[in-house]
């Protein structure tokens, strides 16, 4: 089956980078790796997606081991705000989200 | 519109009813999608509509859900006989040619509650 990997839960201190891993070894070649966050009562909002490259937009970065098997997203500089629920996915597995990450932020 | 709406937002409903829930997609969207997230779960696929093409219903769960979408906009989720099971919130996306990889845009979600 082709699933990710997550961690279950993660704390972040406020300020400070959130690093969140994903495995997604059975990813193929052309196949893009997707970030969404849940925060609650609301539903998944789009983050970042990359192929190969490192990617960064306005809300964090994604990095991409070369292998592509798995991959981290970066929030720089989390606020409490980013406390969500955090979910990796990729295209082939479009439909899967599994249980995700939940990353609080901690004052 | 500006986003993925879904009504309502909640829906209490008595063990055997059917009920229907609603996704309005963002104008131009060809393609939709239901998902079912139970309390402290993940997103559980339901249903996939691309275009006029046919759907994939391989995530329905049993032959009491059901969904169409009228004039490749609008779509319904229908449960019949309700369980207590069914309780979740049901998640609508869409995005906008349906190309496996677009990322998707959610709405808000319908919070279901079976009694």
């Known amino acids: 089956d082709a699933k990710t990997t997550q961690p279950t839960s993660m704390d972040c201190a406020e300020g400070r980078a959130a690093n969140l891993p994903c495995n997604h070894s059975?990813?193929?070649?052309?196949?893009?790796v997707y970030w969404y966050r849940q925060i609650h009562s609301q539903g998944p909002q789009y983050i970042i997606h990359g192929l190969k490259n490192n990617e960064t937009n306005e809300m964090a970065s994604l990095i991409i081991t070369e292998d592509r098997k798995s991959s981290t997203l970066i929030l720089p500089h989390a606020t409490l705000r980013d406390t969500a629920v955090y979910y990796c996915?990729?295209?082939?597995?479009?439909?899967?989200f599994g249980t995700g990450t939940s990353l609080t932020v901690i004052p | 519109g500006a986003g993925v709406s879904q009504s309502p937002s909640n829906k209490v409903t008595e063990k055997g009813k059917d009920v229907e829930l609603r996704c309005d997609p963002i104008?131009?969207?060809?393609?939709l999608y239901w998902y079912r997230q139970s309390l402290g779960q993940g997103l559980e696929f339901l249903i996939y509509f691309q275009g006029n093409s046919a759907p994939d219903k391989s995530g329905l769960p049993s032959d009491r859900f059901s969904a169409e979408r009228t004039g490749g906009s609008v779509s319904t989720l229908t449960i019949q006989r309700t369980q207590q099971e069914d309780s979740a919130v049901y998640l609508c996306?869409?995005?906008?040619?349906?190309?496996?990889?677009?990322?998707?845009?959610f709405g808000s979600g319908t919070q279901l509650s079976v009694l």
């Open positions: 059975t990813i193929s070649g052309n196949e893009y």
């Open positions: 996915t990729f295209t082939g597995n479009q439909f899967y």
């Open positions: 104008s131009g969207h060809t393609a």
């Open positions: 996306a869409s995005s906008k040619q349906g190309f496996l990889g677009e990322k998707l845009f």
